[in-house]
């Protein structure tokens, strides 16, 4: 950000922490709330926050931009009991992984004009302050949606905050990012889990497997409570990317039973399309999901 | 290798290519063959192969070691072929993810003294002679599997081989080591195949991935020539780990839609255990899946 007032970050974990050193590591101010004592102490001893927020929350009243950076579950509850403190905030923002129900949520506190949702497609298998580092969010995508209160400073300001830390923003609708992120994100998050529950089953130990296998298994370390919500407010989205994969997996089921080399053949010919794609075209993505704001 | 007579190399891909390399680099004698010429030429001009092996493979029969590194539905007939060449060569060995048909098929050919099966796990989404590189099999496990006529002197040597490139050879039996890939290799692979055609088909770039969603579809990227060999040998364990995994993944459905979280915790919490197991216990797969030998 050009800087300005303070800014405040709710929830000082992988993405919250790496916001809060990225923006005090180019001389922001930052202040910082988390649940949990030992990561606020840490991140006041580190340098990275300025000021620790106390439970009532009532210094939100002087930040001029406040971060959500807790669970998608704990996000709502959260910005109503800040939302009497919130008034004057230049923008305020989150970072989960679904988008609707918040947005939705600002505007029924009449935040809406303040509110930007964000999500940067930043995080890891890891969580809390101690996975937090700097740089994050170099280069990656931050989805932005705004509700149609939003006003035009909380929009420029989103994109500041976040370019601000290298990351790249692309305006998206709410609706069509969840739809969206159920098969980009939630459902690859949904088959590492099982990969690793059938194989934990199996007494196959992790560093049995070769690298593929380490990939396939990587997220199922991820952090429950972070997903359970994930998984219960876009449920439906969710299911939808599960049944097209569990289709999926059904026919190639098929086609080893039948030794049906020429379906194979197909499925590798339709991936590997895919995969090149991204290289002969990097930034096909910005074109599909959404356009640069 | 303690060096001593050639190493004849079939199959100058991945794995075979950067064997080669290896072997070249420290000085022992590579013969090479491969049905790509121009990777034979290449492997020639950079010095990593001293010798280029005609197609009559009669040049065989002066190597000491013979290495089959080619697509496992291609392996036993070239096996055959070679297998009036290879008669004085202290180890035969192979490079498959599967064991079972390769060590019987030497066993039909009368070869089963000097063959060893070998599968190094160290294989990624690339494929050729291009893909291959030095330090390939640096820390890698590899399963070794015998046949009751293999002897001393080829196992010692495949042992030898395998160490002189930095791999840790494990010895393990051929039907289970079968069994065990299909769920720690083969299914990881149908995963990401089975992903990534979900992705295409929705119209998802790979760009618009985090890091979780391109790890877990970076294995679609592999070679369908090798892949389907494998699905069509490996048949039966493969859709013993599918249907495994596929009853998991109806299990993780059936509490996305219910909103089950105690459900969604429980498998969290065996996955968490089995990836900090890795962690807690790093070499736990020698005495699960094998013994060293």
């Known amino acids: ?7 405040a970050v709710l929830g000082l974990g992988l993405i919250g922490g790496s916001l809060a050193r990225d923006l005090a590591a180019r001389g922001d101010t930052v202040w910082g709330f988390d649940a949990d004592r030992a990561a606020v102490r840490s991140a006041r001893r580190s340098g990275v926050i300025a000021r620790a927020i106390d439970h009532d929350l009532t210094a939100l009243r002087d930040a001029q931009v406040v971060v959500l950076a807790v669970p998608v579950d704990v ?3 959260l910005l ?13 923002t989150d970072v989960g992984s679904t988008k609707r129900r918040i947005v939705q949520c600002a505007a029924d506190l009449t935040l809406g004009a303040s509110f930007v ?4 497609l930043a995080g890891d298998h890891r ?29 420029r300001r989103a994109r500041a ?18 739809a969206e992120l159920a098969f980009a994100s939630h459902l690859p998050q949904l088959l590492s889990l099982g990969l690793a529950g059938v194989l934990a089953h199996r007494g196959i130990a992790r560093k049995r497997l070769g690298t593929g296998g380490r990939d396939m298994t990587r997220l199922a370390a991820s952090s429950e409570k972070m997903w359970g919500a994930i998984f219960d407010e876009n449920a439906e989205p969710v299911l939808d990317a599960l049944d097209a994969c569990l289709a999926a997996l059904g026919a190639l089921r098929g086609a080893v039973q039948h030794h049906d080399r020429e379906t194979l053949r197909t499925a590798f010919t339709t991936a590997h399309a895919w995969t090149d794609d991204e290289t002969r075209n990097p930034d096909a993505h910005q074109t599909r999901g959404g356009r640069a704001p």
């Not at 109503?80 to 230049?90: I, K, L």
């Not at 949702?117 to 940067?120: C, K, L």
Request: net charge positive; aromatic share 6%; glycine share 8%.
């Open 1 to 7: 950000m050009t800087s300005r007032g303070p800014i």
């Open 75 to 77: 996000a709502p509850a």
């Open 80 to 92: 109503q009991r800040a939302s009497t403190h919130v008034r004057d905030a230049a923008l305020i």
């Open 117 to 120: 949702g964000s999500h940067p």
């Open 127 to 155: 969580a809390g302050w101690r996975a937090s580092r700097t740089g994050l969010f170099t280069g990656a995508r931050v989805d932005l949606c705004r509700s149609p209160q939003t006003s035009d400073t909380a929009w």
């Open 161 to 178: 905050l976040w370019r601000a830390v290298g990351a790249r923003p692309v305006e998206h609708d709410a609706a069509r990012h969840d």
